[in-house]
């Protein structure tokens, strides 16, 4: 399989040697671009396209569906809503208690909104990464699959 094939396309089956690597090289291309003002960060959301094709054959590998990453994506999107009516209510209760003139109340609740959104989004990153060593740790199917054969040999990236 040559590196287009690996990056590009969600069909297939690869190993969890190959899945790391093609895993850190998107992140150390994120990081490179992440640097980049602006076009860096336009450029950087075109990774999640390898990112998934990836993520698909290593699933695929396991014999299951690629609709399965749908699932941490799904828990950060909740994640993210439930932050911000958390974090929302928080601040419209602070603003309420220091227009009546109590700051360490205001504080306080203000604190406690914040804390219940990190909360949220703290557990939407345990998901995803325990997403992650799940698809990269488990072993592939031995033979064939509905996917295609078990992978022979290591991705050619030059």
Same mark, same amino acid.
């Given at each position: 399989? +040559?590196? !287009? ?5 969600? &069909?297939? /089956?690869?190993? /969890? /040697?190959? *899945?790391?690597?093609? *895993? ?6 994120? #990081? ?12 950087? *959301?075109?990774? %999640? @396209?390898? =990112? ?5 054959? /290593?699933?695929? +590998?396991?014999? !299951?569906?690629? @609709?399965? =990453? ?29 227009? =009546? ?24 990153? %345990?998901?995803?990464?325990? #997403? %992650? %060593? @799940?698809?990269?740790?488990? !072993?592939? &199917? ?9 992978? $022979?040999? =290591? $991705?050619? #990236?030059?």
């Amino acid at each position: 399989m +040559d590196w !287009k094939t690996f990056f590009l396309s969600p &069909e297939g /089956r690869i190993e /969890r /040697r190959d *899945f790391w690597i093609g *895993f850190a090289i998107i992140v150390v291309a994120s #990081f490179v671009l992440g640097v980049i003002p602006i076009l860096g960060q336009l450029l950087g *959301f075109l990774l %999640l @396209w390898p =990112q998934i094709c990836i993520h698909s054959k /290593r699933l695929h +590998d396991m014999g !299951k569906t690629a @609709w399965l =990453q749908l699932i941490p994506f799904g828990a950060t999107v909740i994640a993210m809503v439930l932050a911000a009516v958390s974090g929302g209510m928080a601040m419209m209760g602070a603003a309420s208690m220091n227009e =009546q003139g109590d700051d360490s109340a205001a504080i306080g609740s203000a604190m406690a909104g914040m804390g219940a959104a990190l909360g949220f989004m703290g557990l939407a990153f %345990l998901v995803g990464l325990a #997403f %992650l %060593l @799940w698809v990269g740790l488990t !072993k592939g &199917e031995p033979g064939p699959n509905r996917f295609g054969p078990p992978p $022979v040999s =290591q $991705v050619n #990236f030059v």
